[in-house]
């Protein structure tokens, strides 16, 4: 398509970018400042330029319209922005498929991939750790690992969030919109979603790939994250193991699977009516992102755990937790209020703090598995901590397992931080926790570990 071309699309389109316009405000007032800055958001708006050159017939997808009321119902319902992004996502497709033509590409900008890299990325770490030391320990390296680092030749090396790789999934997959759009685009050719969900499996696949392979070189070649190779070992690694495979495998798909799109001219512009309505739509996505900006701006109504800790000061703090401390120790018991929250883990709460994880790690203690990690400020502050989910008769650190029990009806969970100036002095008092029961949630103590 060339540029009078573009301009044409933009001119006939117009008041469905006003419409467009008016929702994604919604969005900038619901969403922090900076998940507009992210790169994930930045290039996935980059590659809009993509679905105005590739348009089949129009059609009122009516899934994509069951989803955006559901979405945003339980958005409204529950005050969760994650699920208002979802309401956005939806409404925007169903909307440029009604009025523009239908679309095939897929785009990934939501905050969903922050959430998920912090909630599960430390799992991920610990695993890519666990396989790089196995592999290098095979490989005659003399390599010890804990957690998520490990130390060779007396260097440590740790698999932190800072790690590129885990932080470019996004943007794998944004890449792997790009290739299979630009193919798209020269073929007038399209996969069907059986093989489309196959490539972006794929994309995922060669992400865990190529994390692995950047891990193995920066130990092996004793990297440190000041060496300025750092970095560049990361960004090879992608163009190498993620970006040119997948130029390839999706050309490929492409010419084997891809079937005709068929391209169209004419378009339906909507009714007096049917503008109503979308404009009505429009208006109810803003009012949406501005309810749920309001929402976070009073403090937080979720119910507080039913708590008991002899010895220890306790204060009642907003959003559900519960702070309680003594000469020694610092507990937080944070309420889980429902099954599908995001947002509840340490690995966020002491970051808005200004301290950082290191040496994240399971360990046992009384038969019960629980995080444990190191806390850094830049000050050189340091301090020790773990954490575990209770519901007052379960204890795990499985983020499935939990959800699912509160999606069956158990009793609520709570997330259980307990934080120490030394390691010795945290590891006797959780064992002193666990072993007598001496904390309580919900009004029942922990009995077993599942």
Known sequence: MNRRGRLDVFTEHYEVVLWMLVAIAGGMIAFPADYLLRSNVLIGCCLMVLLLSMKENQRHNYVYLALMVFFGVVAYVYKVRLFYFFTLFFYVFFLWEALVGRINVLVFMSPVFDSLTTIMGFTVRLQLSSWAGHLLQQGGFDVQVEGNVMVMN????????????????????????????????????????MWLLLFFAMVMGMNVVCNLLRILMLVVFELAPENPMHEMVGIICLVLYVVIPLYVISQWMIQRWGKPMMMVERKVMPTPYG?????????????????????????????????????????RMGEGITKMMNEKMLVYVKSIPEFFTSEHTPLLCWKGSGYQFQQIRKIMIEGKEIYAGKLTKKDGEMLYTSWWYSNGTVTTIDQLDWRLRMLKGEEQFCLINITAKDEASLREYVKEVLSKKLLNVNGKADEHSL
């Open 275 to 315: 503008k109503v309505v979308f404009t009505g739509m429009a208006v109810v996505m803003l009012g949406i992102g501005v309810y749920l900006h309001e929402q976070r701006q009073r403090p937080s109504d979720i119910a507080h755990a039913e708590v008991n800790l002899p010895n220890f000061q306790v204060v």
């Open 154 to 193: 007396n260097n440590s090396f740790s698999v932190d969030d800072a790690c590129m790789g885990l932080n470019m999934l996004a943007l794998s997959l944004l890449m792997g919109v790009f290739v299979v759009g630009y193919h798209y685009y020269a073929s007038r050719k399209k996969l069907s979603l």
